[in-house]
Nanobody, 123 residues
Framework: QVQLVESGGGLVQPGGSLRLSCAAA????????MGWYRQAPGKERELVAG???????NYADSVQGRFTISRDNAKNTVYLQMNSLKPEDTAVYSC?????????????????WGQGTQVTVSS
């Protein structure tokens, strides 16, 4: 199993910045893709940004140029630097990992979620 622990959410004024972190722990063999999703009240969950183990990234159009995703493979940690925040960025942000874990008979691939962290952008 993999546990994902997020941190860094909070309340920020429009135009401000926040940095989210998500650390993965457990019997991890490797993590392929890590990503950040968000869900605002009354809306569906959407992909914010993703990053492969090789460093390739993709972003939602709404955050392109404002958010930056990065990862530290040695620490199994992914980050989301959020700049120029807008009220419409308000949501619960959740970390996701596509990983291989070590099991008794070898390895197993799974998809794992963190508990989510609230980001509120308001004056």
């Amino acid at each position: 199993q993999v546990q994902l622990v997020e941190s860094g959410g909070g309340l920020v004024q429009p135009g401000g910045s926040l940095r989210l972190s998500c650390a993965a722990a457990g019997s991890i063999l490797s993590i392929n893709v890590m990503g950040w999703y968000r869900q605002a009240p009354g809306k569906e969950r959407e992909l914010v940004a993703g990053i492969t183990s090789g460093g390739s990234t993709n972003y939602a159009d709404s955050v392109q140029g404002r958010f930056t995703i990065s990862r530290d493979n040695a620490k199994n940690t992914v980050y989301l630097q959020m700049n120029s925040l807008k009220p419409e960025d308000t949501a619960v942000y959740s970390c996701n990992a596509d990983a291989y874990v070590i099991i008794t008979l070898g390895k197993r691939r799974g998809n794992y979620w963190g508990q989510g962290t609230q980001v509120t952008v308001s004056s």
